[in-house]
């Protein structure tokens, strides 16, 4: 295996693989990355050995260039990680000499090439930051196009599922179209909402809650890695942009009415809740209802850990957990999620045990 | 102490005074709710008694009116909770017969009434979810304006304390122009985002991450209680949403330009940094810098616990803490946030017990 692109992403499939065992090469254009990536125990530098598959993983911007030289070199079957794949593929055919997309007049590269994007990721890249099970039970999608080999498609699925994600397959515009909505928009969004704040009084600061924090918690993103993203998707992202900020646009308008007419905030709001509700649960297919548990918890050292120490005994398992915090609270608020034939037992052993319960809810 | 409205807000002040040995009297319009604060042990049903400090805390679009009432009737110092002021103030001034702005032409009533707004909250409303703890340490919003005796600004300023939130005091416009921006909006736009998903083929909900998901987590909103603070709140929200989609319309037409113009999509990311950089920290004032463990904990009954206890070993308070999750994860990956000088010991001691650490960074 060759992993071309020693970041974040890069080193954490390289991780992967060699803790299934594998052989695996390294490249990067950066010295300093491979080194570390090596002293990871990622592996070692590619001197020109053959490999069965190469994994592309540097800039969205750059993946087609470092597609099309590795089918050049070899390289078995080629795949990427980059998370825009229509300019991709649009790019290696022009750089293939292959500008059609009929599988009847294809150059024979891009039958050993397969799209591929791992839903995973930080806000903070590099190879300092990249572990092994970063692709864990997430999804990765491939996006095979018409020329592929069906030999070279099953070593892109083989790949997938040794990094241990599960193997999602779209086309490419599939792909660009759904992830315009499910992350680049957010990003865009995260980094506007952020971007007025940065214009404000400090007293305005001061009084930003759990909300905001949650809503631009991506904001302290890299501008290089998404001017690449933003501009290699940019019409399914433009027009994601055009369905919300047209629809901002109609709630402004009604609420400069005279009087502000309630209608389209209504609409917004409930449309909003119909939205949230069909967000997949935990543990993906259908949602899963939990119950939600808020306790009290003194911000102390080991209250955290004591609280969680108390739950385990209930024999709850705590399917997850949101700190709420603000600014100078001396207490937190934790809310446990946990399945509802736990909610009982857990309310019973962690009253007995003097915590402060408030009211539980369920939530999808 | 009375309390008007037994909702989740004026519940919990109603138990943050009990748990201060205060005498406290409820009302509401509806004796469910009633019933319920007042089997949680907030208070007993007013009758009539005379009261020193009024809290109304009732839906915002019926809070002037309440508030006109209750100093009608006596009631002491009023003040209320309602997220919006300003519209408050000035439905106000109408019903007491003085529209004017002016101390010298004031109705008595107006010298007993001080604009409130404590910045706590969630999702969900009702008594059930209220809790004595809500407020402690949280900024308590007061707006009195010119009118206010000095011994009913004093009164409101110690109810504020007894409930354990700081009094942070500002005009009413300051007030409705700084939420706009750090509530309102964050709302609109969450609900903006979770509405375009109601309409989305299944296939793209199955790959929303964690960044969409936290940015639509208050989606599920009352609507009711939305039209009352967007419409009461209209011209200073409507200015922030314009800020936000003018913002969002530039980007999206370089976005559309021939090619991409990547230099508004960079800017609005940087731009964005920048703001998020002026997020205070957890306990206010300057940001303070936390190290990030994260570390890899399958996904078990127990491990969460096991590993807070094993960081607790390790002497290091835990600040804060963040789950990342996705659909079918069999491991989790929990983020730690520690103070500087306790990053390495928790390092050590974890990686001694057998916890699978991945590289720690730097937070504001």
Redesign the interface.
């Known amino acids: 295996m060759l992993v071309v692109g020693a970041g974040l992403i890069g080193t954490s499939v390289a991780l992967a693989l060699r803790e299934r065992g594998h052989r695996v090469w390294l490249a990067d254009v950066s010295a300093t990355r491979l080194r570390q990536a090596h002293e990871l125990g990622a592996g070692d530098a590619h001197e020109g050995e053959p490999v069965d598959v190469t994994v592309v993983a540097v800039p969205p911007g750059k993946t087609a260039r470092v597609i099309a030289e590795r089918i050049g070199e070899g390289g078995g079957t080629v795949t990427d990680t980059a998370s825009i794949k229509r300019e991709v593929q649009q790019e290696l055919r022009r750089l293939l000499g292959n500008p059609s997309e009929s599988a009847f007049t294809s150059s024979p590269g891009l039958s050993r090439y397969v799209g591929g994007h791992p839903?995973?990721g930080r806000e903070?890249g590099g190879p300092?930051?990249?572990?092994p099970?970063m692709f864990?039970?997430?999804?990765w999608?491939l996006t095979p196009d018409a020329q592929v080999s069906a030999e070279s498609l099953e070593a892109a699925r083989w790949l997938v599922t040794e990094c241990?994600a599960?193997p999602?397959t779209?086309t490419a515009e599939?792909h660009d179209?759904?992830?315009a909505?499910?992350?680049h928009?957010?990003?865009?969004?995260?980094?506007?909402?952020?971007?007025?704040?940065?214009t404000?009084p400090d007293?305005?600061?001061?009084?930003?809650?759990q909300?905001?924090?949650?809503?631009?918690?991506?904001?302290?993103?890299?501008?290089?890695l998404?001017?690449d993203i933003?501009?290699g998707n940019?019409?399914p992202?433009?027009d994601?942009?055009?369905?919300?900020?047209s629809?901002?646009?109609q709630?402004?308008g009604a609420?400069?009415s005279v009087?502000?007419?309630?209608t389209s905030?209504?609409r917004?709001?409930?449309?909003?809740?119909?939205?949230?509700?069909?967000?997949?649960?935990?543990?993906?297919?259908s949602p899963r209802s939990y119950h939600i548990v808020?306790v009290?918890v003194p911000d102390?050292?080991?209250q955290?850990?004591?609280l969680?120490?108390d739950?385990?005994a209930s024999?709850?398992?705590?399917e997850?957990?949101?700190?709420e915090?603000?600014?100078?609270?001396?207490?937190g608020?934790i809310e446990l999620f946990v399945g509802p034939e736990s909610a009982h037992a857990l309310r019973t052993v962690l009253a007995d045990r003097g915590w402060?319960l408030?009211?539980e809810?369920t939530?999808p």
């Open positions: 839903l995973a903070r300092l930051r990249a572990h099970a864990a039970g997430r999804a999608v241990g599960t999602v779209m599939e179209h759904a992830l909505m499910t992350s928009l957010p990003q865009i969004v995260a980094s506007a909402l952020a971007s007025q704040l940065a404000q007293a305005v600061l001061q009084l930003v809650g909300a905001l924090r949650d809503m631009t918690r991506i904001a302290a993103a890299d501008p290089s998404w001017v933003a501009t940019a019409g992202l433009a994601a942009m055009d369905g919300l900020t629809s901002l646009q709630v402004a609420l400069r009087p502000p007419d309630s905030v209504r917004l709001i409930e449309a909003g809740g119909a939205g949230h509700s069909r967000l997949p649960g935990k543990h993906g297919g808020p009290v102390q050292p080991g955290l850990a004591r969680l120490a739950a385990a024999g709850a398992n705590v997850d957990l949101r700190v915090h603000a600014p100078g609270l001396p207490v608020l402060t408030t009211d809810a939530a």
